[in-house]
């Protein structure tokens, strides 16, 4: 049971370019999330999928796209990276009954120069 | 709009002894609370959760007080050991947003 898996783990973008990040979990979850993590911040959502087939904005979506490939995955898109979304990229999982006890992966360190 | 903050952005500790954890919310919709651990270049982890019904919670060696009267959570770390240096961030949600986690910006514990 590996939880929630994210590649790559450490990206260097030069400005325009695109790229995406994976995200899967193997904890049969319904709901998962992105999120971006900013030096002494804390977590801010950019997107969210409650189940298989939607998504939703969160709190910062501009200049994201994301995709709930399947259960198991979603990914997240830059389509023309900017230095300002240098920052550590976070997926997470849960159920999302009546809590919402998020499971983590280990980050993406990206970095847009 | 509303928040959630933390009193303290540090809080250093002596191995042995019991830490506190404070963090304030605004939004008084608020039902359900978690407090996660983030240790430096990994995800957050799961400490502890707390649902509006209740003010308090015990886990192993973790303790989390709700007061909603005053708008206040905190997190009671008991017997602090070197490994429990890492940033502690609270969040709230409630079932009008579907339960969406909104983070506080975090407490650096350090125990010496």
């Known amino acids: 049971n590996a939880g929630v898996t994210q590649t790559p783990k450490f990206q260097v973008l030069k400005t325009g370019q695109s790229m995406t990040l994976q995200c899967a979990q193997d904890?049969?979850?319904?709901?998962m999330y992105w999120y971006r993590q900013d030096p002494g911040m804390g977590l801010r959502l950019i997107y969210y999928s409650a189940s298989e087939g939607t998504t939703d904005k969160g709190e910062v979506p501009n200049g994201y796209n994301v995709s709930r490939l399947n259960k198991r995955e979603f990914s997240l898109r830059l389509e023309s990276a900017a230095p300002s979304q240098t920052s550590v990229y976070f997926c997470?999982?849960?159920?999302?009954?009546?809590?919402?006890?998020?499971?983590f992966g280990p980050g993406t360190r990206l970095t847009v120069l | 709009g509303e928040s959630v903050g933390l009193h303290l952005p540090t809080l250093s500790v002596q191995e042995g002894d019991n830490s506190i954890i404070n963090c304030a919310y605004s939004?008084?919709?608020?039902?359900?609370f978690i407090w996660y651990k983030q240790e430096s270049g990994k995800g957050p982890q799961f400490i502890i959760d707390i649902r509006s019904n209740m003010d308090k919670r015990q886990g192993q060696r973790v303790t989390v007080l709700l007061n909603k009267t005053v708008k206040h959570l905190s997190l009671q770390i008991a017997a602090t050991q070197p490994g429990d240096s890492a940033v502690y961030f609270c969040a709230e949600a409630n079932s009008n947003s579907g339960y969406a986690l909104n983070f506080g910006k975090g407490t650096s514990l350090l125990v010496t």
């Open positions: 997470a999982s849960s159920y999302r009954d009546t809590t919402n006890e998020q499971f």
């Open positions: 904890m049969n979850h319904n709901s």
């Open positions: 939004n008084s919709a608020s039902d359900y």
